[in-house]
Nanobody, 120 residues
Framework: VQLQASGGGLVQAGGSLRLSCAAS????????MGWYRQAPGKQRELVAT???????TYADSAKGRFTISSGNAKNTWNLRMNSLKPEDTAVYYC???????????????WGQGTLVTVSS
């Protein structure tokens, strides 16, 4: 299973970006899709997750500004980020809890990360 993240870049404070993640490979189902981020010198932290049942969770820092959603294509999801702040600068990683067969267990997979830089 491979996850490919895209959509990062440089944006001014107050601007918006949309990150996308596409999962490929031997996938029976994706149970949880998420985004995490890691700023320089800090630990990786949760940004947002969404389940196959539609339950979403957000970090406090993301609430009201970021929206996670499933993409139009199968096994894709997006993170819409509005009102970006310099403190949102980080490498953003997509994550998925994937089941590879009907009775298989769920395993975590990570994308390679995409850099988001918010200038003040």
């Amino acid at each position: 299973v491979q996850l490919q993240a895209s959509g990062g870049g440089l944006v001014q404070a107050g601007g918006s970006l949309r990150l996308s993640c596409a999962a490929s490979g031997s996938i029976f189902s994706i149970n949880v899709m998420g985004w995490y981020r890691q700023a320089p010198g800090k630990q990786r932290e949760l940004v947002a997750t969404t389940t196959s049942g539609g339950t979403t969770t957000y970090a406090d820092s993301a609430k009201g500004r970021f929206t996670i959603s499933s993409g139009n294509a199968k096994n894709t999801w997006n993170l819409r980020m509005n009102s970006l702040k310099p403190e949102d600068t980080a490498v953003y990683y997509c994550n998925a809890a994937v089941t590879r067969s009907r009775f298989g267990r769920s395993n975590d997979y990570w994308g390679q990360g995409t850099l988001v830089t918010v200038s003040s």
